[in-house]
């Protein structure tokens, strides 16, 4: 059975910084695509960040390019999200997601997310 | 950037009743569209992937369709655990992009 837990959200300063954990299990960690998905209270879905079972290629939106960087640990199957330089429309429940395949795909295991509050 | 347009933005249907939800993709994003489900303080649920393969354990009712850049999402008979809100998202090109998403609610 996949299963993607989240960690490491709280209250942060504007500026700040924090890094997010996605611990995976159930499937070849190196076999798939792996990646961030975050939610604005009362809001829609945005992408984040992504990274190949490989960890060979990452991929960013621009609203975090240059202040967000995703990594991957095979030996432990875990996924990070360090953020730095957080702003308040930071603010938002990260999820961690499973992609379908090594390099793309759709998103078809999804973590219960962990919420990130961006406040002075 | 691909842009998702997704319509209506609220949909009111009664139990039992067909719904009909549409994705737009601003352009070409061939069968690399997803449907995912998301009830009020859960993750998000793949729905359909490739814009028609349901996903495990989706049940029979839920349908997806594409001609072109139109999307649609089909719920046949509309059960109580439906009322949910609904997101298109394209994984043909980068970034990544979803719909604002659909809100089927009890009419």
């Known amino acids: 059975e996949v299963q993607l837990l989240e960690s490491g959200g709280g209250l942060v300063q504007p500026g700040g910084s924090l890094r997010l954990s996605c611990a995976a299990s159930g499937f070849t960690f190196t076999r798939y695509a792996v990646g961030w998905v975050r939610q604005a209270p009362g809001k829609g879905l945005e992408w984040v960040s992504a990274?190949?079972?490989?960890?060979?290629?990452?991929y960013y939106a621009d609203s975090v390019k240059g202040r967000f960087t995703i990594s991957k640990d095979d030996s432990k199957n875990m996924m990070y999200l360090e953020m730095n330089n957080l702003r308040a429309e930071d603010t938002a429940v990260y999820y961690c997601?499973?992609?379908?395949?090594?390099?793309?795909?759709?998103?078809?295991?999804w973590g219960q997310g962990t919420l990130v509050t961006v406040s002075s | 950037e691909i842009v998702m347009t997704q319509s209506p933005a609220t949909l009111s249907v009664s139990p039992g009743e067909r719904a009909t939800l549409s994705c737009r993709a601003s352009q070409s994003v061939n069968s690399n569209l997803a449907w995912y489900q998301q009830k009020p303080g859960q993750a998000p649920r793949l729905l359909i992937y490739?814009?028609?393969t349901r996903a495990t354990g989706i049940p029979a009712r839920f349908s997806g369709s594409a001609s072109g850049t139109e999307f649609t999402l089909t719920i046949s008979s509309l059960q109580s655990e439906d009322f949910a809100v609904y997101y298109c998202q394209q994984y043909n090109n980068w970034p990544l992009t979803f719909g604002g998403g659909t809100k089927v609610e009890i009419k």
């Open positions: 997601a499973k992609r379908r395949y090594e390099a793309a795909g759709d998103f078809d295991f």
């Open positions: 990274i190949r079972g490989s960890g060979s290629n990452t």
């Open positions: 490739g814009a028609s």
